[in-house]
């Protein structure tokens, strides 16, 4: 878990310089990042699932500016956003990694990370029409039928 409470805190540190940074070089852009959040939410059974269960990405759209996932739980339970074969980014000491995007968000709390768009393009050039689809849930309190909600990327 340490590993990643570290990416999250770089991607509030990121966030922070985006915004200072932002004031001075790219607000005239207006859009200068492309965030996407995701909310928590119990269900019956004492399951969970992170709305909306469906994300359109159009890469020659939203991947001009840095591309930002955000996650809320409003819920009383801890929850995991898992989305394997996904990837963040982060950079630490000056050298820039990427990791599968596990984030854990503690009750009443928010993080987010950063994806790592080279990895989604290098994906898409490998896929049949460049789409390609990831699964995302809460390992936690997925059922067993649940396929998770999905993130489409086209071109
Ligand atoms: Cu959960």
Redesign the pocket.
Known sequence: MMRFARLSTYAKGLWMGCVIGGGVLAMPSAGWVKEITFV?RDVQDQQ?VWLPREIVIRRSVDFTEPLIFRFANPTA????FEAPGLFASAEEGGVQSARSVRVTIAPEETEQIVIDRNQIASDASGAEGEVVTYRFY?????SDDDMGGTITVGQ
């Open positions: 928590a969970a339970r801890t929850h995991v809460c390992p936690l309190h997925r």
